[in-house]
């Protein structure tokens, strides 16, 4: 075992990596561009919805850094104190992402083509958001009224929907930032000011959070089918953003661990990470269960209509395959115990569950917009998934070498941390 | 020969504890046991305690609960009295999984509880054996086996050298509550 470690060791962001992260931003405008003009006509539409599934996964990784450091914040947890600057770089990177998703929203929601509805009738609605934002949806009288949109206009609706996303963006990516700012000032000045400021920030962010992340997750994505409402959407897409946020904060951990950074990380750390990502993989097969089975069980047309579509021949197997890549994945390879100590295993794990809630993602998102038969995997999800893990890499990883060292040097529990042994 | 069984290094402080395992150990003295009012960092390493094996047997009892309660409600539901449910197919698997996740739960949590009952003999009206009463509250005792070629005099002076408060010579085993 190293037992001399530099804490002033601070992350240096080049080489491949670097260039790597460069050439996917680049790969990702050019398969947008390929989507938007190359293509054009139906592909654009599934453009935006790969656009707004990266950019809403994006979000949510980093939101699930920003929850990680504040619970561990709150719960004064001793283990992960030498660990904290990887969450803390994916909460410095959420106000860039939730920039991004502002602009893909309001891009697909401002943009608007022609489409021919059931009727043979030709109308004009916007890219992303059709089922409520369309024109005359809510205007009592209009030929295109809709008496259940009108009832939901409250909240469906273009003023609303945008003060949701600003206030709730803007709060988790203030508290994030903060969190990480006060940390990293910790290393300067050195006494508990910093830790008990980011102990308050973390109690509001995870009331304020807790309470809110439900209306996020039916405004940005429920709500592309706005007829269809499901109370525990929300929770299930809370369970999606830990798990992936915390299975991006180990496999980060394990790329800087070869690099040779952050050396006083051992293989427990890992194994508690491990123990995380496999419980809560458990917990969202628990709560995506919950939702289908309530919804198989009543058997009521107007519920059943998600899954319905779901259950088309395009995306019936992309169903099993999603429950088969984010319940049985983990729970197979990360069951034991000697499994979460293996460093291969659990970086397997992780980019399993990358790629798993990606499709998780899609058929979140997919049915309600191109729908079955304009769906597919091609360039435009290939494309944008590499050009959004280009941005992602890139802005991560420069904000891990923005900070003044890669170690929470001066956090009260680190001792705790670096004799961290289960 | 005396009839001395067990020779207890009895310690009030652990690191001292830790200092007489490291002292019998380095004499090559074989340790019968350790036993301690809580939980020692570290001491299964020191002591070469084997990982438990409880986690196979809760896999084993979680599997054996999921298949009874499977085959149970396929009897009951499916071969045996088939109902209609809201026009529901009788053998629809989504209704399976709730108790399936039940019993398998409750399987491995009441197999765990009685393999570790019947690996550490504890089982509810039997007397707990132990060996030195105050283990259970403010002693840290070592256990050495008085029947090794180690002359007793030695091993005594290897734990009062490490801060034993007293050293004791049983000549039974167990003192037990009883």
């Not at chain 1, 996303?165 to 508990?192: P, Q, R």
């Not at chain 1, 496999?251 to 990470?273: C, E, F, N, S, T």
């Not at chain 1, 917990?283 to 009521?300: E, H, K």
Request: hydrophobic share 50%; charged share 15%; net charge neutral.
């Amino acid at each position: 075992m190293k037992t001399h470690n530099s804490f002033e060791e601070r992350f240096e962001f080049t080489g491949k990596l670097k260039t790597f992260s460069l050439v996917a931003i680049v790969i990702g405008v050019l398969a947008i561009a390929f989507g938007f003009v190359f293509e054009g006509g139906e592909h654009i539409q599934r453009t935006y919805s790969n656009l707004l599934l990266m950019s809403y996964y994006f979000v949510c990784i980093c939101i699930g850094g920003v929850f990680f450091s504040a619970y561990q914040y709150v719960s004064q947890s001793g283990w992960s104190a030498a660990l904290l600057r990887v969450p803390q770089a994916l909460a410095k990177v959420l106000p860039f992402a939730s920039l991004i998703l502002l602009i893909v929203v309001t891009a697909g929601l401002f943009q608007t083509h022609e489409i021919v509805g059931e009727d043979g009738k030709k109308e004009l609605v916007p890219y992303l958001y059709a089922h409520w934002a369309a024109h005359g949806l809510t205007i009592m009288g209009s030929e295109n009224y809709d008496a259940i949109i009108a009832g939901k206009s409250a909240f469906l609706s273009i003023p609303s929907f945008y003060a949701l996303l600003i206030v709730l963006l803007g709060s988790y990516s203030f508290l994030g930032w903060s969190i990480a700012k006060n940390s990293n000032d910790e290393d300067t000045t050195g006494n508990m000011v910093n830790y008990k400021k980011n102990f308050k920030l973390s109690v509001i962010f995870l009331v304020l959070f807790g309470f809110t992340f439900p209306l996020f997750a039916f405004g940005v994505i429920m709500s592309l089918e706005a007829h269809w409402f499901s109370t525990m959407f929300g929770w299930y897409n809370l369970a999606a953003a830990h798990v992936m946020g915390v299975a991006m904060i180990a496999l980060i951990i394990i790329y800087v661990r070869k690099k040779g950074y952050m050396g006083w990380l051992a293989v427990d750390h890992l194994h508690d990470l491990g123990k995380i990502i496999f419980g809560f993989s458990i917990f969202w097969t628990y709560v995506w269960f919950g939702q289908f089975f309530l919804t198989w069980y009543a058997n009521i047309p107007e519920e059943s209509a998600y899954f319905y579509i779901r259950w088309e021949p395009e995306f019936k197997w992309w169903f099993w395959v999603n429950i088969t890549l984010n319940f049985l994945a983990p729970l197979l390879m990360l069951m034991s115990r000697d499994a979460k100590r293996l460093e291969v295993r659990m970086k397997w794990t992780c980019i399993v569950l990358i790629v798993g809630h990606w499709l998780d993602y899609y058929l979140m998102i997919m049915p309600g917009t191109v729908g079955p038969k304009g769906a597919g995997f091609g360039v435009e999800e290939i494309g944008v998934f590499v050009g959004f893990a280009g941005t992602f890499t890139y802005l991560v990883f420069t904000q891990l070498s923005k900070f003044t060292s890669l170690i929470p040097k001066k956090h009260p529990f680190l001792e705790e941390s670096l004799h961290h042994h289960i | 020969m005396s009839n001395t069984k067990f020779i207890l290094g009895l310690f009030d402080d652990p690191d001292d504890m830790m200092q007489g395992i490291d002292n019998l150990q380095k004499n090559s003295i074989p340790i019968y046991d350790v036993y301690t009012p809580m939980p020692i960092h570290g001491i299964e390493a020191k002591m070469g305690v084997k990982d438990s094996r409880l986690g196979y047997a809760a896999f084993c009892f979680g599997c054996l609960g999921g298949t009874v309660i499977f085959s149970m409600i396929y009897y009951m539901l499916v071969h045996d009295w088939p109902m209609n449910v809201g026009g529901k197919p009788s053998f629809a698997i989504p209704n399976f999984v709730p108790f399936t996740f039940e019993w398998t739960i409750l399987f491995t949590a009441f197999g765990m509880t009685i393999t570790f009952f019947a690996a550490t003999h504890l089982f509810p009206g039997r007397a707990p054996r132990v060996m030195d009463l105050r283990a259970t509250d403010d002693r840290f005792v070592i256990a050495v086996s008085a029947k090794g070629n180690v002359p007793h005099e030695d091993i005594t002076n290897l734990l009062k050298q490490a801060g034993a408060v007293e050293v004791k010579h049983n000549e039974r085993k167990y003192v037990s509550y009883e």
